[in-house]
């Protein structure tokens, strides 16, 4: 069946580290990835995504890369700021079992000044 | 910018009250969802429905109901509000994409429920 898993947290970063969040999926077809930002208080919004493998998907300094081979998308930032404390939660889309979306268990970033 | 609305915000209600959680979008979209969210963050899939008068139960086992009756709006319903069921509620819906398939999810702000 389908499934993700991501790094467990919390995470806790100083202003302008560098930020990795592992995600590795399991999946019967060709999956579409995401990755969705959660900032206190509020739904979740789409930061990322890529549809195909070697997609590299990228907004507001954050980019994953879609690697089949390693079944992975993990996310990356070279600089984080303190705005950027929020829950992040990967996910896939598979067309095979019905388009659901099926979501990591979610990873809490805290980053201090 | 996701035109999908959840209403009310925030609920605190007495055990057995019955309570309907709103949600509305603006997108044409015929893929609606409701998630539940633990405090421990994690999502569950409580219902989905793929257009009017068609709704199917997630993965996760609820008490609440659900009703597609137009495009635009999924109503979610506790005839009788319990503790258990205090929690984030987030409703979503998704377009197709130009590849045919599901394209990204949009989400409300959530409602925040508190059964006391």
């Known amino acids: 069946g389908n499934s993700v898993t991501q790094m467990e947290g919390p995470v806790t970063l100083s202003e302008e580290a560098f930020l990795t969040i592992n995600c590795t999926y399991t999946?019967?077809?060709?999956?579409?990835l995401f990755w969705y930002v959660q900032y206190p208080g509020e739904g979740l919004q789409l930061l990322l995504k890529?549809?195909?493998?070697?997609d590299k998907g990228s907004n507001k300094g954050f980019e994953a890369t879609y690697r089949k081979e390693t079944t992975s998308f993990h996310l990356e930032k070279g600089s984080v700021q303190v705005s950027d404390s929020a829950v992040y939660f990967c996910?896939?889309?598979?067309?095979?079992?019905?388009?659901?979306?099926?979501f990591g268990t979610g990873t809490s970033l805290t980053v201090i000044p | 910018e996701a035109d999908i609305y959840q209403t009310p915000r925030y609920l605190v209600i007495g055990t057995g009250k019955k309570i309907t959680l709103e949600c509305s979008q603006t997108?044409?979209?015929?893929?609606m969802y409701w998630y539940q969210q633990d405090p421990g963050m994690e999502l569950h899939l409580i219902h989905y429905?793929?257009?009017?008068?068609?709704?199917e139960k997630g993965d996760l086992s609820s008490e609440s109901t659900v009703s597609r009756i137009r495009t635009e709006h999924f109503p979610l319903t506790l005839e009788s509000a319990r503790p258990s069921h205090t929690s984030q509620y987030l409703c979503?819906?998704?377009?197709?994409?130009?590849?045919?398939?599901?394209?990204?999810?949009?989400f409300g702000e959530g409602s925040r429920l508190t059964v006391l």
């Open positions: 979503a819906s998704s377009e197709l994409s130009e590849t045919g398939g599901v394209g990204e999810l949009f």
């Open positions: 999946a019967t077809g060709y999956p579409s």
């Open positions: 890529a549809t195909k493998a070697d």
């Open positions: 996910a896939l889309s598979d067309r095979d079992t019905g388009n659901q979306f099926y």
């Open positions: 997108m044409g979209h015929d893929k």
């Open positions: 429905s793929y257009g009017v008068n068609s709704t």
